[in-house]
């Protein structure tokens, strides 16, 4: 995602939130789609768009969550590295397959597979982004969507 990109997610995140004078967790899911940003959903609570930070980030999206309910302090949210995450859509991959991969990390939701069903998600964690690249076309040969 380019810089402009970002800066755009973020302006429309946080119009969005003081539009609605909304105080809380608060996500807000766009695709990007070129040099486009579509929107796809938005929800009061930690969501499945931040699953990445499990792995992804030096504390997750959950454990921040828990820690404000809590009163307690907030953890460093920095980025471990670069980051991705894929969607397993349709049918589960060979988990042994995926997890032969460097720091690649399988979440399967325990749902019952059908076409178009997400049924998890695969975090990629690297320490450049050709890394990433390359670790994601690898994941990528190995998911279909049946």
């Known amino acids: 995602m380019t810089e402009r990109l970002q800066a755009t997610a973020e ?3 946080r119009s969005i ?11 807000i899911e766009l695709f990007q789609t070129g040099d486009t940003l579509l ?27 828990v820690r404000a309910v809590c009163g307690l302090p907030l953890g460093d ?7 991705a995450m ?7 991959p ?9 720091d690649a990390h399988l979440h399967s ?5 059908r076409p178009g069903r997400k049924l998890g998600h695969i975090t990629l964690v690297a320490h450049d982004a050709d890394t ?8 990528s040969g190995h998911l279909t969507d049946a």
């Open 11 to 13: 302006t429309h995140a």
């Open 17 to 27: 939130g003081e539009r609605l004078g909304y105080v809380g967790v608060f996500t």
């Open 39 to 65: 929107g796809n959903e938005m929800a009061p609570r930690v969501h499945n768009s931040g699953h990445w930070t499990i792995e992804g980030a030096a504390t997750s999206q959950f454990e921040n969550h």
């Open 77 to 83: 949210v920095d980025v471990r590295g670069h980051v």
């Open 86 to 92: 894929v969607n397993v859509i349709g049918q589960e």
């Open 94 to 102: 060979d988990a042994a397959v995926i997890l032969s991969i460097p």
């Open 109 to 113: 939701y325990g749902k019952q597979p």
């Open 132 to 139: 990433l690249r390359a670790r994601v076309l690898q994941v």
